[in-house]
């Protein structure tokens, strides 16, 4: 690899660790300034019918999913730790080409982190963002909601979301590429390889 390969990787990849710093610094601030000023269990209506803020210490996963159950607590924490180092090998293997996969690969790597962070610090996951009043599915007779969650999380979700979108309709290695240029270009590729 030549020393100008190696400093635009390098570039690459400091860009990327400081996008997921940053964002798990917004994680990780909002939860301190939420468990500051939020007596536990107290609702601060911000939308109404939408979203308030009330902090709660959440010991599962998602919808506290494992509270209480220390052996599954201990499985997701290391499931996260190996999920994060290879959210992160992947950002520069498999998607060394892709700088639109990379960018929800950060978000979910600051989501996995922020959490992480939260259940080896405190053995709890801060979270604040009430969301129960919201029923998306009401109409249908659903009395489904998304419950109390965090910055992360939200991070969690756009960023899958996002990966999702991109690896499917963005860019030439995309499933199905948008742009006729993306489609030309990925027809030129699988030609060259045809005749490897």
Known sequence: MSSEKRHRLALRICAWVVLALVLLAVDLVTKQIAGTFLADGKKVTFLAGFIDFRFVR???????IGEGNTFFMV???ILTVVLSVGIGIAAFTLFKNNRAARIP??????????????RLIFGYVRDFLDMSAFRPFAWM????????CNVADYFITLGAVALIVVLLFIGPTAAFPLKKSWREEAKRREESHGAD
Not at 105 to 112: C, T, V
């Open 105 to 118: 690969l950060a978000f979910l790597e600051a989501g996995a982190l922020g959490n992480l962070a939260d």
């Open 58 to 64: 959440n010991e599962g996963i998602a919808f506290g």
């Open 141 to 148: 007779g659903w009395d489904f909601n998304f419950g109390v």
């Open 75 to 77: 499985f997701i924490t």
